[in-house]
């Protein structure tokens, strides 16, 4: 039995190959559930109003700075959604209190982008 660690469409898995001998062919199959990611880096305090991910994507841009004032609809975050950039706009008016991801990041749906007051 050899151990492996692979890594599919962002997420990882602990898998056990079991040589059964002569076939060429070993079945292979799930040891463990998937790893947790990586806590992303904050860049300040967390604010009172979350900012998240609607849709799994990849971060390509962060468009306001924590301590930039927003507007309403104003983008915070780019995520490429589908092969298609699909900015995340502040839900008010307010300040970005911190940033949660990085440029490059692959997000799941619901993850944290952003807070703000």
Do not use: F, H, R, W
């Not at 994507?57 to 924590?66: D, E, F, P, S, T």
């Not at 507007?71 to 940033?99: F, R, W, Y």
């Amino acid at each position: 039995m050899k151990n492996y660690t692979i890594t599919v469409n962002g997420t990882v898995y602990d898998v056990t190959v079991e040589d059964k001998g002569g076939s060429g062919v070993s079945p292979v199959a799930p040891v463990a559930a998937p790893k947790a990611a990586a806590a992303p880096v904050s860049s300040g305090a967390a604010g009172s109003v979350k900012i998240e991910a609607g849709a799994a994507g990849k971060v390509v841009k962060i468009a306001a700075a924590a301590g930039a004032s927003v507007k309403k609809g104003d983008p915070v975050v780019v995520l490429e959604v589908m092969k298609m950039e699909t900015p995340v706009v502040a839900p008010q008016d307010g300040t970005v209190a911190s940033i949660n991801c990085n440029e490059g990041q692959q997000v799941d749906a619901g993850a944290l982008l952003a807070t703000m007051n």
